[in-house]
């Protein structure tokens, strides 16, 4: 396996040095909007926190951990900047939720509107002898118009609804660059034995561009070219084809050198994922994909890792209890996570959080931030699937409203014109369009009964537009939409409750259970009702672990096993047996 570096918060773009701007900053929760009249950016008033960065106010990890809702916040901190005259400074914030401004020296730098993706802003012309005092407000609310994903938009958590997030979350960084330098890239996989790299600058040069591609040390490809703008394709053949997969999660190394000094290094996984005859396939085999439901919150940190070993270790832990992928559901999750998916050998599913109701505004918010995330995550090798929409949320009356159907179709088609390499569930669950897969939701704890109502009967369910479950009228297609032969997943079910503390908090689906014995038992019976049909392409179960009042994990939230792994590894991989 590759050497695992974790230290670089943008593990598929990495220079050779990067400057952390995580931990202590001066932090201040407003509570009227004077931030602009009495100006915030320059100076903050005596009485303010400290606040540990990238963790938001309200998680325990942050130092100040008040549940409050705040819908302004502001971060400063005074940094000088270690640069020659020629050079360029580059501001990282990974993630801040949800309407971000960016001061330097008391002027207005730039805006980033979207609480889960990346954005940047070069700072040099901003800065007094290379001293910069930064100032960060942000704005979050709770509007239903925004994607907010699994964030409560009430005073108390509720249902399936957690602890919003306000501010910053993911780490905050700086790069100090060439005056030319790569912005970004895509590394896409031809069928015939080579790589495509779309490389853009942040300026028109003229000079070569030298790509160098590696495998275990040894250069597998190499090309150099001359770019005249800010923009070439380079396709480079490979000498050897090492296929990227779950069991064996090969990775190429990728070396793109500008010939004015910029230098960046990355890596590719090799792989082709397609459909036929309501099967998946990868790299031409058979690809029966068994998923966890993985939601990414943490006790201490809310929406963020605690530290790389945690991070590391909840990779571990999906790989270690037998599936060989996850849903990364209603979340954008840090970077480095889906770096250790591509190393560890996991498929992902990525989706962009929900808005909760739609409108011009919700139209304009989720293609903003949905094309943020397809090109900010395009050279992950372990993200196979893109879901832009979850059951319906944001597009409530998309079963019979053509206008909510047509932005679905443009959500497909956009996804598809710019990512040829994917598979796309539009919109995941029930009441679908155009998608690649059909996915159904059903939450039977009886397997006997879940079997018979819905496995037994899964192609009629679809060729006919019936019922997908015995509790709720939800059903496959949406009005004037049919079934076209793709293949069949059922990628939310068990969700059993088992709460292994003394109390009866939380909920699961169904009734809950109380010991081991009866967990694995449905557990497994209800696996091996999926995996009975041939019709059926594959499973995601909820969920990896409890998150807050849902206590239908496998693991607790702190990430104690309900239950031991092996028998989990056992009950994922009956088949294999």
């Given at each position: 396996m590759k050497n695992i570096d974790l230290n670089y918060p943008r593990p598929l773009c990495k220079r050779s040095s990067?400057?952390?701007?995580?931990?202590?900053?001066?932090?201040l929760l407003e509570t009227s909007d004077v931030g602009e009249r009495e100006p915030r950016y320059k100076e903050f008033p005596k009485e303010h926190f400290k606040i540990k960065v990238p963790f938001c106010y309200q998680s325990p990890e942050s130092g100040i951990n008040i549940q409050k809702r705040y819908d302004t916040v502001w971060y400063q901190k005074d940094v000088n900047f270690d640069r020659k005259k020629d050079e360029r400074v580059i501001f990282h914030i990974d993630a801040a939720d949800y309407l971000t401004r960016l001061y330097?020296?008391?002027?207005?730098v730039g805006k980033h509107q979207g609480g889960y993706t990346s954005f940047c802003f070069d700072i040099t012309d901003y800065l007094i002898n290379n001293f910069a005092h930064i100032a960060i407000r942000c704005d979050d609310s709770y509007n239903l118009h925004q994607p907010r994903g699994k964030q409560k938009w009430r005073d108390e958590p509720f249902g399936c609804w957690y602890q919003e997030v306000t501010g910053i979350w993911k780490s905050v960084w700086a790069e100090i660059v060439n005056d030319v330098y790569i912005e970004r890239f895509k590394l896409t996989p031809n069928k015939n034995e080579s790589i495509d790299l779309d490389l853009y600058l942040n300026k028109d040069t003229r000079e070569n561009v030298s790509v160098n591609?590696?495998?275990s040390k040894k250069n597998v490809g190499r090309v150099i070219q001359e770019i005249n703008g800010n923009h070439i394709k380079i396709n480079i053949p490979l000498k050897e084809i090492h296929y990227w997969d779950s069991d064996n999660p090969n990775v190429y190394d990728v070396n793109i050198c500008l010939g004015s000094g910029d230098e960046v290094n990355t890596i590719f996984g090799y792989r082709f994922i397609e459909t036929k005859d309501r099967h998946i396939y990868l790299n031409n085999k058979e690809l029966y994909m068994r998923l966890c439901l993985e939601q990414g919150y943490y006790k201490e940190g809310i929406y963020t890792f605690k530290d790389n070993e945690q991070l590391l270790n909840e990779v571990k832990i999906i790989k270690s209890s037998g599936f060989n992928g996850l849903r990364m559901h209603q979340k954008v999750e840090d970077d480095r996570f889906y770096y250790l998916c591509d190393l560890l050998g996991l498929i992902v599913w990525s989706e962009l959080p929900s808005p909760y109701d739609f409108d011009e505004d919700t139209r304009e918010n989720v293609i903003r931030e949905w094309k943020e995330v397809l090109w900010q995550h395009y050279n992950h090798p372990s993200i196979?699937?893109?879901?832009?929409?979850?059951?319906?949320?944001?597009?409530?009356?998309?079963?019979?409203?053509?206008?909510q159907q047509d932005f679905l179709v443009e959500l497909y088609q956009l996804t598809k014109s710019f990512d040829k390499t994917r598979l796309v569930v539009s919109n995941d669950g029930w009441e679908h369009c155009v998608t690649d897969i059909v996915t159904l939701h059903n939450y039977m704890q009886d397997p006997a009964a879940f079997k018979a109502f819905l496995i037994d009967n899964i192609i009629d369910i679809v060729n006919n537009n019936?019922?997908?479950?015995t509790?709720?009228?939800?059903i496959p297609w949406a009005d004037n939409f049919a079934y076209q032969g793709q293949p069949i997943m059922i990628d939310e079910f068990c969700g059993i409750g088992f709460?292994?503390?003394?109390?009866?908090?939380?909920?699961?689906?169904?009734?809950?259970?109380?010991?081991?014995?009866?967990f694995l038992d449905r557990y497994s019976k209800l696996i091996k009702a999926v995996e009975s049909s041939k019709d059926i392409a594959g499973w995601c179960m909820t969920q990896i672990t409890d998150v807050y009042q849902e206590i239908n994990g496998l693991f607790t939230m702190d990430r104690k096993p309900k239950v031991p792994i092996k028998d989990i590894y056992k009950a994922n991989n009956q088949q294999e047996e």
């Amino acid at each position: 396996m590759k050497n695992i570096d974790l230290n670089y918060p943008r593990p598929l773009c990495k220079r050779s040095s990067f400057i952390s701007l995580n931990g202590e900053w001066d932090f201040l929760l407003e509570t009227s909007d004077v931030g602009e009249r009495e100006p915030r950016y320059k100076e903050f008033p005596k009485e303010h926190f400290k606040i540990k960065v990238p963790f938001c106010y309200q998680s325990p990890e942050s130092g100040i951990n008040i549940q409050k809702r705040y819908d302004t916040v502001w971060y400063q901190k005074d940094v000088n900047f270690d640069r020659k005259k020629d050079e360029r400074v580059i501001f990282h914030i990974d993630a801040a939720d949800y309407l971000t401004r960016l001061y330097v020296n008391g002027k207005l730098v730039g805006k980033h509107q979207g609480g889960y993706t990346s954005f940047c802003f070069d700072i040099t012309d901003y800065l007094i002898n290379n001293f910069a005092h930064i100032a960060i407000r942000c704005d979050d609310s709770y509007n239903l118009h925004q994607p907010r994903g699994k964030q409560k938009w009430r005073d108390e958590p509720f249902g399936c609804w957690y602890q919003e997030v306000t501010g910053i979350w993911k780490s905050v960084w700086a790069e100090i660059v060439n005056d030319v330098y790569i912005e970004r890239f895509k590394l896409t996989p031809n069928k015939n034995e080579s790589i495509d790299l779309d490389l853009y600058l942040n300026k028109d040069t003229r000079e070569n561009v030298s790509v160098n591609v590696s495998y275990s040390k040894k250069n597998v490809g190499r090309v150099i070219q001359e770019i005249n703008g800010n923009h070439i394709k380079i396709n480079i053949p490979l000498k050897e084809i090492h296929y990227w997969d779950s069991d064996n999660p090969n990775v190429y190394d990728v070396n793109i050198c500008l010939g004015s000094g910029d230098e960046v290094n990355t890596i590719f996984g090799y792989r082709f994922i397609e459909t036929k005859d309501r099967h998946i396939y990868l790299n031409n085999k058979e690809l029966y994909m068994r998923l966890c439901l993985e939601q990414g919150y943490y006790k201490e940190g809310i929406y963020t890792f605690k530290d790389n070993e945690q991070l590391l270790n909840e990779v571990k832990i999906i790989k270690s209890s037998g599936f060989n992928g996850l849903r990364m559901h209603q979340k954008v999750e840090d970077d480095r996570f889906y770096y250790l998916c591509d190393l560890l050998g996991l498929i992902v599913w990525s989706e962009l959080p929900s808005p909760y109701d739609f409108d011009e505004d919700t139209r304009e918010n989720v293609i903003r931030e949905w094309k943020e995330v397809l090109w900010q995550h395009y050279n992950h090798p372990s993200i196979l699937v893109w879901t832009p929409i979850n059951e319906s949320w944001g597009v409530p009356g998309i079963r019979h409203n053509k206008e909510q159907q047509d932005f679905l179709v443009e959500l497909y088609q956009l996804t598809k014109s710019f990512d040829k390499t994917r598979l796309v569930v539009s919109n995941d669950g029930w009441e679908h369009c155009v998608t690649d897969i059909v996915t159904l939701h059903n939450y039977m704890q009886d397997p006997a009964a879940f079997k018979a109502f819905l496995i037994d009967n899964i192609i009629d369910i679809v060729n006919n537009n019936k019922n997908i479950d015995t509790m709720n009228e939800f059903i496959p297609w949406a009005d004037n939409f049919a079934y076209q032969g793709q293949p069949i997943m059922i990628d939310e079910f068990c969700g059993i409750g088992f709460n292994i503390t003394d109390t009866n908090d939380g909920w699961g689906y169904g009734d809950q259970v109380k010991k081991t014995e009866a967990f694995l038992d449905r557990y497994s019976k209800l696996i091996k009702a999926v995996e009975s049909s041939k019709d059926i392409a594959g499973w995601c179960m909820t969920q990896i672990t409890d998150v807050y009042q849902e206590i239908n994990g496998l693991f607790t939230m702190d990430r104690k096993p309900k239950v031991p792994i092996k028998d989990i590894y056992k009950a994922n991989n009956q088949q294999e047996e």
